[in-house]
Each structure stands twice: as structure tokens, then as C-alpha cells.
Nanobody, 127 residues
């Protein structure tokens, strides 16, 4: 079992930056691939970014490539999503998630691969 507690996010103007953080409980953080997803009311939750257990591999949605960076600190059991050059269409509730069965270099893009989810954090980008 792992519990994920998110922080960060908020309101920013278009072109600005925000960071969302996710801290995991327990001492087995390094066995989980981590991901970020986002959801807008009335739409399906969509993949944003993922990182493998050691951080050696990352995956990004095309819509955020070059603007968002996912990173992790296994010593602090934390995964970060740095969001730059934000656009109004990035407005959503962002969720972190942990995947136990992803393999050493796995950075899954599918929600089905993830076992645990954070509580969600609102990110709002004004135009």
C-alpha cells in the first residue's frame, strides 16, 4: 500500500509556470513507476507524463512535450511535475499515480497500469 499526497498547483496566467508535487508514504517508493494525469469536467482523464522507477525513462503526452518535466527523488519519496509555458487548455485537475507492475524501465501511459492515486490538485491557467 502507498498513499499519495499532492501539493502545489493553483492559478497562473498563460505563459507562466507552476509545479505540482506528490509525496508517497512508506519506504518502497522506488519500486513504483510514477505518472501524472489530468481531467477536465465532462472529459476522460488523460495521460500527461510518467517516469520509471529510477527516473531513467520518461514519457510525455504530445500536448505537453517541451513544456512539462517530470522528475522524482526516491530519497524523498517525491515526484514533481514542473509545468512551463502554460496554456489555458492545461487547466484541469492533476492527479499523480503509482504503478507497481511497470517493470524496471516502465513509464506507463495507461491509467489501467496504475494502482494508487493522489487526491487531485487544481491547476488553472487564465488567458
Amino acid at each position: 500500500q502507498v498513499q499519495l499526497v499532492q501539493s502545489g498547483g493553483g492559478l497562473v496566467q498563460a505563459g507562466g509556470s507552476l509545479r505540482v508535487s506528490c509525496e508517497a508514504s512508506g519506504r518502497t517508493f522506488s519500486i513504483y513507476a510514477m505518472g501524472w494525469f489530468r481531467q477536465v469536467p465532462g472529459k476522460e482523464r488523460e495521460f500527461v507524463a510518467a517516469i520509471s522507477r529510477s527516473g531513467a525513462r520518461t514519457n510525455y503526452a504530445d500536448s505537453v512535450k517541451g513544456r512539462f518535466t517530470i522528475s522524482r527523488d526516491n530519497a524523498k519519496s517525491t515526484v514533481l511535475l514542473q509545468m512551463n509555458s502554460l496554456k489555458p487548455e492545461d487547466t484541469a485537475v492533476y492527479y499523480c499515480a503509482a504503478a507497481r507492475g511497470a517493470g524496471v524501465l516502465g513509464a506507463p501511459t495507461s491509467q489501467a497500469a496504475y494502482d494508487y492515486w493522489g487526491q487531485g490538485t487544481q491547476v488553472t491557467v487564465s488567458s
